[in-house]
């Protein structure tokens, strides 16, 4: 089971951090993603960490302003966002997958989380 949470309403320009926590014992066994969907539109790819934290990826539109991060020992994963913009309005979805690899297709991913909304006001 996860469980995002973090998010909330913040001016353009400001700082948020997500946090997902997983339940079970297992978690440095997934590789995990953050995934955001706005009003109408499709679930998106927003960044990918591999299972020991060594290998992180990022979509193109916030690369250089979020970071994702882990801690296998609190069954953790983090998304950093700075500078965010209105257009980072979404809901955050945090997901597992079972396989290492990178991928940024929901599809791919095995379990999600609730998601957290994360609303950027200009």
């Known amino acids: 089971q996860l469980q995002a949470s973090g998010g909330g309403l913040v001016q353009a320009g400001g700082s948020l951090r997500l946090s997902c926590a997983a339940s079970g014992r297992t978690f440095s066994s997934y590789a995990m993603g953050w995934f955001r969907q706005a009003p109408g539109k499709e679930r998106e790819f927003v960044a990918h960490i591999s299972r020991s934290g060594g290998t992180v990826s990022y979509a193109d539109s916030v690369k250089g302003r979020f970071t994702i991060s882990r801690d296998n020992a609190k069954n953790t994963v983090y998304l950093q966002m700075n500078d965010l913009k209105p257009e980072d309005t979404a809901v955050y979805y945090c997901?597992?997958?079972?396989?290492?690899?990178?991928?940024?297709?929901?599809?791919?991913?095995?379990?999600w989380g609730q998601g957290t909304q994360v609303t950027v006001s200009s």
């Open positions: 997901a597992a997958r079972i396989k290492d690899s990178y991928r940024v297709y929901p599809t791919e991913y095995d379990y």
